[in-house]
């Protein structure tokens, strides 16, 4: 198969309209070619084309930076000479003077799957930019990696935010030029945009259902997402950086595991099964111990969970990371009802509690600190934002 980049590298054709045009590029360190070259690199040595800027959204053009809220800052390529702006830095939004540098926008960006994957939301920003602006923008569309599997509930009116661009579910199921023409219908933007298609993706096929695994590398598109099981989980496991609970960062699995040195695992597994053991299918849950090097729980031994979905055990339609991270929540709430949970903290710049603006509502946490309330009450909500999603997306996707 061949990513949007690949194409655009490969037919000449689809490069004729880009020429005698000025080029901007918006990437990170996943944005390379089949043979691993970065797209910098790889269009700045095609003759044809005219590289005159590029942008790096959050964690930075070249993966500069670990956690949240750590910005980037603008600077100048010391290979090809070319600014570089940061799209996490002083502004989220492109300013009049970094748009005037290019005529066409390339994004080449390989998203998560995951509403709350800040690359969404500067698509959003930059589709916007371009319409006030009057610029193009070409989406070089790459896999949605956890496939087509819809789950969670919608942000609601009022919840957006830079981890969450727009009333969507937590898995979204499309790719990111699905995206981008659902952006311009939604919003009503006056834009000339163009989606590089792939080539053969099949987001049905095992095992990868959505990777291609087996036929292209997997590089990290930010610094905590190390492998496709990391992304599998977490549309669940994102939820942890609302809560006080280590999502494992300061270890080599993040995002796939959690816990806290204060947790009786065994109760905690024994009380999720009890209460919805159908939100624990597809994947296994193994009892695990691990030390954080630094973010929460930092140098304390952690007792955790860790999501399994890497072995043949693994169902791809029946496995809900987001109901199996709200499960455990709940559990935990049900055993020990004074557990500190929540974090309260400043959150990608917002102040309104982290783990309502993650899920774009208070809804989940309310459901999670309410005594009465039950799974299936949980799933009378979620499943009716899906079901409407479901309905909605159907217009918007490129592949079967």
Same mark, same amino acid.
């Given at each position: 198969?061949?990513?949007?980049?690949?194409?655009?590298?490969?037919?000449?054709?689809?490069?004729?309209?880009?020429?005698?045009?000025?080029?901007?590029?918006?990437?990170?360190?996943?944005?390379?070619?089949?043979?691993?070259?970065?797209?910098?690199?790889?269009?700045?040595?095609?003759?044809?084309?005219?590289?005159?800027?590029?942008? &790096?959204?959050?964690?930075?053009?070249?993966?500069?930076?670990?956690?949240?809220?750590?910005?980037?800052?603008?600077?100048?390529?010391?290979?090809?000479?070319?600014?570089?702006?940061?799209?996490?830095?002083?502004?989220?939004?492109?300013? $009049?003077?970094?748009?005037?540098?290019?005529?066409?926008?390339?994004?080449?960006?390989?998203?998560?799957?995951?509403?709350?994957?800040?690359?969404?939301?500067?698509?959003?920003?930059?589709?916007?930019?371009?319409?006030?602006?009057?610029?193009?923008?070409?989406?070089?569309?790459?896999?949605?990696?956890?496939?087509?599997?819809?789950?969670?509930?919608?942000?609601?009116?009022?919840?957006?935010?830079?981890?969450?661009?727009?009333?969507?579910?937590?898995?979204? &199921?499309?790719?990111?030029?699905? /995206?981008?023409?659902?952006?311009?219908?939604?919003?009503?933007?006056?834009?000339?945009?163009?989606?590089?298609?792939?080539?053969?993706?099949? $987001?049905?096929?095992?095992?990868?259902?959505?990777? $291609?695994?087996?036929?292209?590398?997997?590089?990290?598109?930010?610094?905590?997402?190390?492998?496709?099981?990391?992304?599998?989980?977490?549309?669940?496991?994102?939820?942890?950086?609302?809560?006080?609970?280590?999502?494992?960062?300061?270890?080599?699995?993040?995002?796939?595991?959690?816990?806290?040195?204060?947790?009786? %695992?065994?109760?905690?597994?024994?009380?999720?099964?009890? !209460?919805?053991?159908?939100?624990?299918?597809?994947?296994?849950?193994?009892?695990?111990?691990?030390? $954080?090097?630094?973010?929460?729980?930092?140098?304390?031994?952690?007792?955790?969970?860790? %999501?399994?979905?890497?072995?043949?055990?693994?169902?791809?339609?029946?496995?809900?990371?987001?109901?199996?991270?709200?499960?455990?929540?709940?559990?935990?709430?049900?055993?020990?009802?004074?557990?500190? !949970?929540?974090?309260?903290?400043?959150?990608?710049?917002?102040?309104?509690?982290?783990?309502?603006?993650?899920?774009?509502?208070?809804? /989940?946490?309310?459901?999670?600190?309410?005594?009465?309330?039950?799974?299936? #009450?949980? #799933?009378?909500?979620?499943?009716?934002?899906?079901?409407?999603?479901?309905?909605?997306?159907?217009?918007?996707?490129?592949?079967?």
């Amino acid at each position: 198969m061949l990513f949007g980049i690949d194409r655009l590298l490969a037919e000449a054709a689809l490069r004729e309209p880009l020429k005698g045009r000025r080029i901007a590029l918006l990437a990170h360190p996943a944005s390379v070619t089949h043979d691993l070259t970065h797209s910098i690199d790889a269009l700045a040595a095609v003759k044809d084309l005219q590289l005159t800027a590029a942008f &790096g959204p959050q964690h930075g053009l070249r993966g500069d930076k670990q956690d949240n809220m750590m910005e980037s800052p603008d600077f100048t390529d010391p290979v090809h000479g070319i600014p570089v702006f940061s799209l996490y830095g002083e502004v989220r939004k492109p300013t $009049p003077a970094m748009m005037s540098t290019f005529d066409v926008l390339l994004v080449d960006l390989q998203d998560l799957g995951c509403r709350i994957y800040t690359f969404i939301t500067t698509l959003r920003y930059v589709l916007e930019a371009a319409a006030e602006h009057h610029k193009s923008v070409w989406i070089l569309d790459r896999p949605n990696p956890v496939g087509r599997p819809i789950e969670g509930l919608t942000l609601r009116a009022g919840w957006e935010s830079f981890v969450g661009a727009g009333p969507m579910p937590m898995r979204h &199921g499309l790719t990111l030029g699905e /995206l981008a023409q659902w952006f311009v219908t939604t919003l009503k933007l006056q834009v000339d945009y163009k989606v590089i298609t792939m080539r053969e993706w099949q $987001p049905a096929l095992a095992p990868g259902y959505g990777w $291609p695994l087996g036929q292209r590398t997997w590089i990290n598109p930010s610094p905590n997402a190390p492998n496709l099981w990391m992304a599998r989980c977490y549309a669940g496991t994102v939820m942890l950086e609302g809560a006080t609970l280590s999502e494992g960062r300061g270890t080599t699995r993040p995002l796939e595991l959690f816990g806290a040195p204060d947790l009786d %695992i065994a109760a905690l597994v024994k009380e999720m099964q009890r !209460l919805a053991p159908q939100w624990l299918q597809g994947c296994k849950l193994r009892p695990c111990w691990f030390e $954080p090097t630094f973010h929460k729980h930092v140098g304390k031994l952690c007792a955790g969970l860790q %999501i399994h979905v890497e072995d043949a055990d693994y169902s791809h339609e029946q496995f809900k990371p987001w109901r199996l991270q709200s499960l455990a929540f709940k559990a935990l709430r049900n055993l020990r009802p004074d557990y500190p !949970l929540w974090r309260d903290f400043p959150y990608e710049y917002e102040t309104r509690l982290a783990i309502d603006v993650i899920n774009g509502s208070p809804l /989940l946490r309310e459901w999670v600190d309410d005594r009465s309330a039950t799974p299936a #009450d949980l #799933d009378s909500l979620a499943i009716k934002d899906e079901q409407a999603w479901r309905e909605e997306r159907a217009g918007y996707l490129l592949y079967d």
